[in-house]
């Protein structure tokens, strides 16, 4: 019933900018901290930024200056905006959201299907 939806992966030349969005959709109690990850083949998914409910953000070293993370409450939406865009930046590029459903006295980890950015050099 509660699911993430990522959007706006595609193809980029390095150095050009990116905006990837995360939607949360079903019975939602509350969101608390919201998340982007990213994982390329063989290797381990990594934090790329995170944001919490009153708006405090972490970055990846890697991203830092780079990236911005923000959010839309009213929209249940979580952006990740990408500049200055890296080949090594090539990932599927996941949402996680720490996320109360409706009904429940606790809360999940639940995480989108994933987006995939290509940056080509």
């Known amino acids: 019933q509660v699911q993430l939806v990522e959007s706006g992966g595609g193809l980029v030349q390095a150095g050009g900018s990116l905006r990837l969005s995360c939607a949360a959709s079903g019975s939602i109690f509350s969101i608390n901290t919201m998340c982007w990850y990213r994982q390329v083949p063989g290797k381990q998914r990594e934090l790329v930024a995170a944001?919490?409910?009153?708006?405090?953000?972490n970055y990846a070293d890697s991203v830092q200056g780079r990236f911005t993370i923000s959010r839309d409450n009213a929209k249940n939406t979580v952006y990740l905006q990408m500049h200055s865009l890296k080949p090594e930046d090539t990932s599927v590029y996941y949402c996680?959201?720490?996320?109360?459903?409706?009904?429940?006295?606790?809360?999940?980890?639940?995480w989108g299907q994933g987006t995939q950015v290509t940056v080509s050099s």
């Open positions: 944001i919490a409910s009153g708006g405090n953000t």
């Open positions: 996680n959201a720490d996320m109360r459903a409706s009904g429940s006295f606790y809360s999940y980890d639940y």
